[in-house]
């Protein structure tokens, strides 16, 4: 029946079914690190919560069915799941990454995967012939964002999709940006999707995540293992407050949307403002496509809570922190909360600069991440900050 459900509906009820024992709607959080046997090899599904926990297994049957996928994996942390990801490749294997990938990403890939005999080339996979140009008979895997942080690009899943399957490539996007309520990369042919559930799924910075999802039955028992072996899981109480937090999900999601859409074409026309970044805004190239692929539960486009601004000097930029108020100078986003960044200097501090350079990554470029506050405050806040 689950299948059937719409977005808000499986977030309440997949993975939460009352507890048998008392009846309670919360079920217990399984706080253990093992499990009684009635024989040696005879156990009630567990044995080790290395291995599987059931708040763990309740997660990550909710969080699966919000993406329409059958397999969830869950790990500590977005980069902890990435990480899981590539483990999967073998020596002389070659993976394909967007040219604007998140930090910490890149660090990964360059700094310490590629030291395993991985091979990682980074290119603009807003354009398809780009990315066909580069496959090599031992791409394993083309990685990509999409909105891309922070320069909020976009990429066609439905066209790298068919790209990778004509080349017997598999397709990873990370979704994180838009969370599973405001676009379904499965559903666009992609063969993995990735969050940092840290981020619109956790929704309150208060705990660290991160998710692989697919329909490849072979592929999930892959990464299973991977993840039973190498044990970087999520702990029970986290898992239970994710199970909690993507029950309001929707909600969130869309009205920190709503709210970043409201204050871009505010601020589009701000003479502070040298250039604004919103997927939302039909001044974006990729106006279009957004429309296209980021959908919310009923169909409808939604653009995110992400907006990235250029203030043309560093002189503007630091004006801007030093007056803003209810927007709080740190990385992360998708929280309630309203936060500001500087990518430069923050989320792709590890970025060579000559990359940073040439992808259009400025020092002046400030992120918006945009929470649930009342708009007309926020709207507020940000134009008593912009330095006349």
């Not at 005999?117 to 807003?126: I, L, P, Q, S």
């Not at 838009?178 to 705990?207: C, E, R």
């Not at 709080?328 to 989320?347: I, K």
Request: hydrophobic content about 35%; proline content about 4%.
């Amino acid at each position: 029946m689950s299948e059937k459900l719409r977005f808000e509906t499986k977030a309440i009820h997949v993975g939460n079914i009352p507890d048998e024992e008392t009846g309670a709607v919360s079920p217990p959080i399984h706080f253990t690190s093992t499990y009684q046997q009635s024989g040696v090899g005879k156990n009630r599904g567990f044995d080790y919560s290395r291995a599987a926990n059931p708040t763990r297994q309740r997660y990550e049957e909710n969080i699966a069915s919000l993406e329409s996928g059958n397999y969830g994996i869950a790990f500590a942390s977005g980069m902890a799941a990435t990480t899981a990801l590539f483990q999967t490749l073998t020596h002389g294997d070659h993976v394909i990454i967007g040219r604007n990938t998140y930090g910490g990403t890149y660090r990964m890939a360059v700094e310490v995967l590629s030291k395993h005999g991985f091979y990682f080339e980074f290119v603009d996979t807003k354009f398809l012939d780009q990315v066909e140009n580069v496959i090599k008979p031992n791409t394993k895997w083309i990685f990509l964002e999409t909105p891309t942080n922070p320069l909020l690009e976009l990429c066609d899943i439905k066209a790298i999709a068919q790209l990778c399957k004509s080349h017997n490539v598999k397709l990873a996007v990370d979704n994180t940006f838009m969370s599973p309520y405001g676009q379904n990369p499965l559903a666009f042919g992609a063969d993995l999707v990735m969050h940092s559930a840290t981020k619109s799924i956790g929704g309150h910075s208060d705990l660290l995540g991160g998710v692989l999802i697919t329909n490849e039955k072979e592929l999930a028992d892959q990464l299973y293992f991977i993840q039973k072996s190498g044990g970087a899981v999520p702990s029970p109480f986290d898992c239970w407050m994710l199970l909690r937090s993507t029950k309001t999900m929707g909600l969130r999601v869309q009205k920190q949307s709503d709210n970043a859409m409201t204050l871009a074409h505010r601020l589009e026309s701000h003479p502070s403002i040298e250039s604004i970044m919103y997927p939302g805004l039909e001044s974006h190239p990729q106006f279009e496509l957004a429309k296209c692929q980021q959908l919310n539960s009923d169909g409808v486009p939604i653009f995110g809570s992400i907006i990235s601004m250029e203030l043309g000097s560093v002189e503007a930029r630091d004006y801007f922190l030093s007056k803003i108020q209810l927007f709080t100078l740190a990385e992360s986003l998708g929280g309630v909360e309203s936060l500001v960044c500087v990518p430069f200097g923050m989320t792709h501090g590890s970025v060579p600069v000559e990359i940073k350079n040439e992808i259009g990554l400025t020092e002046c470029l400030i992120r918006l991440s945009v929470g649930i506050e009342h708009v007309e405050d926020l709207y507020v806040d940000i134009t008593q900050a912009l330095k006349k």
